[in-house]
């Protein structure tokens, strides 16, 4: 599990909540309490890695320090601090082998296919799974 820091902050006017996760940008959760907002953040921070991992984008998965963070002028107003878990390895990008069977007519397809296309089974395999998820 990742443990991911959240600063909490109070919208006077609003009257309900905003966090930010300061090791995911762009990762605002808001909610009408701070169980609702840290809930929010648990969404949005896989939503986000998981939106940038299908995208092929490298993220970084290191996490700050609170006691750091709360040095931090940008989080000066925060009333309270909060850690959502992630397991990261429901976003593993790790390569991991698997059994396929298939029959040998659409194994002959798709090596056919590949060979012309220079690409391998494993890719075509993740192009097609990709394709059907998006």
């Known amino acids: 599990m990742i443990n991911y820091p959240i600063a909490?902050?109070?919208d006077k006017d609003m009257n309900n909540y905003a966090a930010i996760v300061p090791d995911v940008d762009g990762c605002f959760p808001l909610g009408d309490t701070i169980d609702q907002?840290?809930?929010e953040a648990r969404s949005l921070i896989h939503e986000h890695i998981e939106?940038?991992?299908?995208e092929g984008m490298a993220f970084n998965f290191d996490v700050s320090n609170i006691e750091t963070l709360k040095t931090d002028p940008q989080y000066a107003d925060a009333i309270a601090w909060a850690i959502v878990s992630i397991d990261?390895?429901?976003l593993s990008t790790k390569q991991v082998r698997f059994n396929v069977s298939w029959s040998e007519y659409l194994l002959n397809r798709v090596d056919n296919y590949v060979a012309q296309n220079h690409d391998t089974r494993s890719g075509f395999l993740a192009k097609a799974a990709q394709n059907m998820l998006t």
């Open 51 to 54: 939106c940038m991992l299908d």
């Open 8 to 10: 909490m902050f109070k």
């Open 37 to 39: 907002t840290i809930n």
């Open 88 to 90: 990261e390895a429901a």
